[in-house]
């Protein structure tokens, strides 16, 4: 495990906010690793145990699909932290994913 890595990855993750979604690829492009998505998604799965929280529920993948939702328990804790936040899911998909979508490479600077 990379924490190095997983550590810039909470970090960034811990930017999103409320209400807005990002992508494990975009989190890896942002951080200078474009083929690293999965390593991303790796670094959410362990996000639970990080601290401060990582607010892992609003990482999703690159079409909005909640891929992540089985490292919840239960797994419908992804969409319902979601809906308390004021995004939609249906089918497991967030709705209007581009409207609500969060581009740290458009939003920040590292």
Known sequence: M?????????????????GRVT????IAKSLGASKSSRM???AMAYAGT?????????VV????????????SPPELMEEMLDQ????VKNDKVVD???VF???????TL
């Open 2 to 18: 990379d924490t190095n890595f997983y550590e810039q990855v909470y970090e960034l993750a811990r930017l999103i906010p409320k």
């Open 23 to 26: 992508s494990y690829g975009a």
């Open 40 to 42: 991303v998604g790796h």
């Open 50 to 58: 990080a601290h401060p929280k990582v607010p892992a529920h609003r």
């Open 61 to 72: 993948n690159s079409s909005g699909l909640l891929t992540g939702k089985f490292h919840f």
């Open 85 to 88: 936040e004021g995004i939609k």
């Open 97 to 99: 994913f581009k409207k």
């Open 102 to 108: 969060w581009n740290p490479m458009d939003e920040i």
